[in-house]
């Protein structure tokens, strides 16, 4: 069955198969799968920091994790957050028509996020998210702001530093890091995703 997203059944078994996945899948979750997204909601919701440091912010953000067939990503990917003043609704992954609608689209490839969120072996150090927007660096092969007022996202760097810590606290495994069999489940997950949520 195809869902509509903004429906009802939709956000029902999107939800059922988050609930679903987290339950089947052992730690650490596969970056950007639902149940990765789930955890980095949550941990999101539940920081009072965040909250402060983002007191002020309006507007939804969404990554977009471009295609990467090496890493098993076989199609753009969006991680939609609806964020508001501190608080955030809701972390999930949206159809491409949805991300592209967010206020703010912070677009990258996909071995620039895996080194935002996770240290490179060889440097030893992790991208800032902030500088990588303004200023390219051979960490950074493609991370931009595709859409949204970067002066604005300047003013609230501290809470997108504090993005990036709390997704650092979900225990996680890269997609190009798992074996041929768990990465064959990751990339059957996606096109589960696209045949049912248009993900």
């Known amino acids: 069955m195809t869902y509509q997203y903004g429906t009802k059944e ?6 059922k198969l988050v609930e679903e996945r987290k339950r089947a899948e052992t730690k650490p979750y596969v970056l950007f799968t639902p149940e990765w997204v789930s955890e980095f909601e949550k941990k999101i ?3 009072d920091e965040y909250k402060q440091l983002a007191a002020k912010w309006e507007g939804s953000v969404a990554l977009l994790i471009l295609a990467d067939p090496e890493a098993g ?3 753009d990917l969006y991680a939609f957050m609806a964020l508001w003043h501190g ?3 809701f ?6 028509e949805v991300g592209k609608n967010a206020d703010y689209v912070l677009r990258g490839a996909y071995n620039a996020w895996k080194n935002v969120i996770k ?5 030893k150090k992790r991208l800032d998210v902030v500088k990588a927007m303004m200023i390219p660096t051979p960490l950074n092969p493609y991370l931009k702001v595709a859409k949204g007022d970067v002066a604005k996202l300047l003013l609230s760097a501290p809470a997108a530093i504090k993005l990036v810590k709390l997704a650092l606290e979900v225990d996680m495994v890269c997609p190009d890091e798992l074996n041929p069999d768990r990465r064959e489940s990751f990339k ?5 995703l696209r045949t ?3 993900i």
């Open 196 to 198: 049912e949520f248009g």
């Open 91 to 96: 972390a999930r992954l949206v159809p491409q």
């Open 45 to 47: 919701q539940e920081s």
């Open 87 to 89: 608080e955030c609704e």
């Open 188 to 192: 059957s997950l996606f096109a589960e």
């Open 73 to 75: 990503i076989m199609e």
């Open 10 to 15: 939709w956000d029902e078994a999107y939800a």
């Open 119 to 123: 240290e490179n072996p060889e440097t």
